[in-house]
C-alpha cells in the first residue's frame, strides 16, 4: 500500500513538473517589443499567452496587452477579431485612456466589415454608432475629425441604400412609393446626393402614380358598381345598411388614390420648376423639361 502511495506522489510530482509556468517577462514584455518591431504573428500569440497564463502579469499589464493585441489584428486588416477584441476592452476598461483611439479603430473596423449598400445596414450603423460616441464624450480627441469623415462616409452608404429601395420600387411600377424614399433620401441626406439627380427622380415618380394604381382604381370602381346593382335589388333594410356601408368605404378608398395622384401631379410641377429654377445646369435640365411639358399637355385634355 505504501509503494503504491508513492508511486502516486512520484507520478504527481513528474506531471507537476512537466507543467511550464510562465512568466510577464517571457510572454509580455516580449511579445510587446515584437510588436514594436512590426512582428506581429509571433507578438500576437505572446500577448495571448500573457492574457490568459502568465502569473505575474498585473491588471494594468493585461488591459495593454489586450490593447497591443486588438491593435494587431486591426493593423493586419482581420477587422472582424478587431472587433471582438476591441469590444471586450470597451466593456472591461471603460475609463482606460485609449478609449477615444478604441473607439475610432471599432467605427473603422465596422465600416470596413460592411457589405455594399443593397444590403443590411447593421454594421455601417455600428460604424456611425461608435463615431458619434468618440465625438460627443471625447470631443478634444484627435481623432474626432477622422471621426466626422466615417459619418459622412456611412451617410452616403445609407443614401445608396435608400436609392437603391426608391430604385426598386420604380422598376416595379410602384411610384408613390418610389416618390416617398426619394423624398425621404433628399430631406435626410442632402450632402451624400445628387440633388438634382434625386429631386428629378421625385418629380418623375409623383407624375406616374396612376400606373401603381390604375388597376386597383378599375378593381374598386368595379366593385362598386356591383354593390350599387345588389343595393337596388335588396329590399331588406339591414342588407341594405351593410351594402351601403361597403359601398362607402370602397368609395372612400378610391377617393384616397384618385387624390393621391391628382396632388402627385401637382407636386411634380412644382418640383419641376422649382428644380429648373435651383439647377439650371442639371444634366437632367432637359428630362425635367420633359416632364413640365407632359404636364401641360395632360392639363389641355
Do not use: W
Not at 478634444?140 to 475629425?145: A, D, G, K, L, Q
Request: hydrophobic fraction near 35%; aromatic fraction near 10%.
Amino acid at each position: 500500500m505504501k509503494k503504491r502511495l508513492t508511486a502516486v506522489v512520484l507520478a504527481f510530482a513528474v506531471v507537476s513538473c512537466g507543467e511550464k509556468v510562465v512568466y510577464k517577462g517571457e510572454t509580455f514584455n516580449k511579445g510587446l517589443e515584437l510588436y514594436q518591431k512590426g512582428e506581429y504573428d509571433d507578438a500576437k500569440e505572446l500577448l495571448k499567452e500573457a492574457i490568459y497564463k502568465a502569473k505575474d502579469m498585473t491588471t494594468t499589464d493585461i488591459m495593454k496587452a489586450r490593447y497591443y493585441l486588438a491593435n494587431i489584428y486591426f493593423q493586419q486588416g482581420n477587422y472582424i477579431d478587431a472587433i471582438v477584441e476591441f469590444e471586450e476592452f470597451l466593456s472591461l476598461y471603460p475609463t482606460a485612456p485609449q478609449v477615444p483611439e478604441v473607439l475610432y479603430k471599432l467605427a473603422v473596423s465596422y465600416l470596413k466589415i460592411s457589405p455594399s449598400p443593397d444590403r443590411d445596414l447593421t454594421y455601417i450603423r455600428k460604424a456611425m454608432e461608435k463615431a458619434e460616441e468618440l465625438i460627443d464624450n471625447y470631443p478634444n480627441s484627435p481623432y474626432v475629425e477622422e471621426a466626422k469623415k466615417i459619418i459622412q462616409q456611412a451617410k452616403k452608404i445609407e443614401a445608396q441604400h435608400l436609392i437603391n429601395i426608391a430604385d426598386l420600387y420604380e422598376r416595379l411600377q410602384k411610384h408613390y412609393s418610389a416618390s416617398v424614399y426619394y423624398q425621404l433620401v433628399f430631406e435626410e441626406y442632402p450632402d451624400q446626393i445628387k440633388q438634382d439627380f434625386v429631386i428629378y427622380k421625385i418629380a418623375y415618380n409623383l407624375l406616374n402614380v396612376d400606373k401603381q394604381y390604375t388597376d386597383r382604381i378599375k378593381e374598386y370602381k368595379e366593385r362598386i358598381k356591383k354593390l350599387e346593382e345588389k343595393i337596388k335589388k335588396e329590399k331588406d333594410i339591414d342588407k341594405k345598411t351593410v351594402l351601403m356601408n361597403r359601398k362607402k368605404l370602397l368609395e372612400k378608398h378610391l377617393s384616397v388614390l384618385e387624390k393621391r395622384i391628382d396632388e402627385g401631379k401637382q407636386r411634380a410641377e412644382e418640383i419641376i420648376k422649382y428644380a429648373l429654377q435651383q439647377y439650371p445646369n442639371s444634366q437632367y435640365k432637359k428630362d425635367m423639361e420633359k416632364l413640365l411639358e407632359k404636364i401641360k399637355q395632360e392639363e389641355k385634355k
